[in-house]
């Protein structure tokens, strides 16, 4: 099938990672293996930091492979540190054995849980399940919220769907006085919205349900052009409602598993 969004070549996902290297390649050069592997071993340690907010911003359970994953390796290269020296062969003690078959068997689990979107931030998934059914009309988009709809939901219904959003890294939630706010987030956009205690969510897209029932949606220009026609406003907008009110009956039918199929038949790319 052909995606309605354009493809996702934002490089800010692969930068942290380049950055370490170089980093670590730096040090190496100037002060040799021992003060670069400890160097790296701390740039791991904070990068497990942050990875550990965000599991405790969603509650999201594989991410905690992450954290021990993270956590390991960086227990590797301090570890390792010592035992290096150039122009030696190294010798690793057996702690050291065993945290390298640790972190190895750490990483192939990771692999398998991004192949699996298990690791996977489904916002843009969500926003080409509301895309799917929409035409194509020229000059629609506007930057208001749009009143939607109503559905019959209790507080304590809309409060668990919402933990439930986030747990399953469909995006974030965030709770106002009188209405809950579901952002349907993307890769690649959570370093910001997760980090940032002062993230301005309203100007991004979302969903937002009232304690009375009633749906609004407001859409982003930045996703809105992320498509590649200029599609039906109005009706774009009624779709993604339609979406997450669809994803909260099932919710509270307790047919969880029916949405994450729904997500996953749009086949998005499992790095986007």
């Known amino acids: 099938m052909r995606h309605k969004q354009k493809p996702d070549l934002d490089i800010k996902g692969i930068l942290p990672p380049i950055t370490s290297v170089l980093i670590f390649i730096f040090v190496f050069i100037l002060w040799g293996p021992y003060v670069a592997f400890n160097t790296l071993g701390s740039i791991i340690l904070l990068y497990a930091i942050f990875i550990f907010i965000a599991f405790y911003r969603t509650r999201h359970i594989w991410t905690l492979v992450s954290v021990i994953y993270m956590l390991t390796f960086s227990s590797l290269l301090y570890a390792m540190a010592p035992h290096l020296t150039i122009g030696y062969e190294p010798y690793f003690p057996p702690h050291v054995k065993i945290l390298i078959v640790c972190t190895v068997l750490l990483f192939w689990w990771l692999i398998y849980l991004n192949f699996t979107r298990k690791l996977k931030w489904r916002g843009r998934d969500i ?110 907008c009624n779709s993604l409602s339609d979406v997450i009110i669809d994803f909260l009956q099932l919710y509270i039918e307790g047919k969880e598993v029916r949405i994450i199929d729904k997500l996953d038949s749009m086949k998005i790319n499992v790095f986007t």
Do not use: C
């Open 127 to 236: 926003l080409e399940l509301a895309a799917y059914h929409v035409e194509q009309a020229e000059g629609s988009f506007t930057e208001r919220p749009l009143p939607t709809s109503k559905v019959n939901v209790t507080k304590h219904e809309l409060d668990d769907f919402a933990h439930y959003f986030q747990k399953k890294l469909l995006g974030l939630v965030y709770w106002e006085d009188s209405r809950v706010v579901f952002m349907p987030l993307k890769f690649k956009n959570e370093y910001l919205a997760l980090y940032n205690p002062n993230y301005n969510y309203h100007e991004k897209t979302w969903v937002a349900i009232n304690y009375n029932g009633n749906v609004s949606v407001n859409f982003s220009k930045k996703d809105y052009l992320d498509y590649w026609e200029d599609l039906a406003f109005d009706a774009l």
